[in-house]
């Protein structure tokens, strides 16, 4: 079976779906840019196990080239497709191949198109080519893009976060981003930092506490400083909170 065959499939599987669906387009998604079907996640599993042994059975060029095509496609759903055939090629992308692999994030619209591929395909990308692919978030970071912004940090949540590797950098993207003259005036970039900050705190917790107490003592927004204390309890956390 040909690649292109796959991909004809593989829509035609999401548009059925789509209109079997009781749930709206939009995934809760806010950006009107936003293009979906209606299709959940354990569908989405179920659509892509369907076709999984056909997509690996194709050369890898092939299957990268497949997964452009559907990320290509500006639809939530096809984008998922796209990730989870890139997933366990991650470590095999040199750093001549993120520009391709930029092109690609800058066709994602919507916070859960972001997080899935910073916490999974560029999360095995960052640990095998930090030095490389932080220049590209660094870009990222800098970006008018809200969706951009938002991955420059949620990169660093998640193992990453946990592996203390990163801390310094992640520290300063979010800097950037809370005193930028563009600032972080979307919630979801705060959200998106607050999350960078709760999670850096697994590996270096009283460091972060500290940039939280300075937050605060800023009177940053508290979209940021609330989300970043979401795991600490009782009197730590009123400490900080007053």
Same mark, same amino acid.
């Given at each position: 079976?040909?690649?292109d +065959? ?5 829509v035609?599987?999401l =548009?059925?779906?789509?209109e ?5 387009a939009?995934?809760n ?10 299709v959940?996640?354990p =569908? ?6 369907e076709?999984?042994a ?15 095509? +559907?990320?290509?496609s ?13 997933q366990p090629?991650a470590k ?7 520009e391709?692999v930029?092109?690609w994030?800058?066709t994602?619209?919507g916070?859960s198109?972001?997080? =899935?591929?910073a ?6 990308i ?11 978030v660094?870009?990222?970071?800098g ?6 912004r ?11 976060a946990?592996?203390?590797?990163f801390t310094d ?13 563009a ?5 979801l970039v705060q959200?998106? &930092?607050?999350?960078a ?8 917790? =009283?460091?972060i506490?500290?940039v939280?107490r300075?937050?605060?003592r800023?009177? &940053? ?5 609330l ?6 309890k009782?009197?730590e956390?009123?400490?900080i909170?007053?």
């Amino acid at each position: 079976m040909n690649a292109d +065959l796959i991909y004809q499939q593989l829509v035609n599987d999401l =548009e059925t779906a789509g209109e079997q669906s009781p749930y709206p387009a939009d995934a809760n998604e806010p950006d009107p840019r936003y293009k979906a079907y209606g299709v959940r996640m354990p =569908e989405r599993k179920a659509i892509f196990k369907e076709h999984k042994a056909a997509i690996r059975k194709l050369p890898r060029d092939q299957q990268v080239d497949l997964a452009e095509r +559907l990320i290509q496609s500006g639809y939530g759903e096809q984008q998922t497709m796209g990730l989870y055939i890139l997933q366990p090629l991650a470590k095999t992308f040199a750093p001549d191949t993120f520009e391709r692999v930029d092109g690609w994030m800058r066709t994602l619209v919507g916070w859960s198109k972001v997080d =899935e591929f910073a916490g999974t395909f560029l999360r095995d990308i960052l640990f095998q080519h930090p030095e490389p692919l932080l220049d590209w978030v660094r870009r990222w970071n800098g970006e008018p893009d809200i969706w951009l912004r938002r991955l420059s940090v949620v990169i660093f949540t998640r193992k990453v976060a946990k592996s203390g590797q990163f801390t310094d950098v992640a520290l300063e993207l979010c800097h950037n981003l809370i005193y930028s003259e563009a600032g972080a005036t979307e919630d979801l970039v705060q959200k998106g &930092i607050g999350w960078a900050l709760k999670d850096l705190m697994k590996a270096d917790k =009283e460091r972060i506490l500290d940039v939280v107490r300075q937050l605060r003592r800023d009177k &940053i927004s508290s979209t940021i400083t609330l989300y970043a204390l979401r795991d600490l309890k009782g009197d730590e956390r009123k400490a900080i909170l007053n």
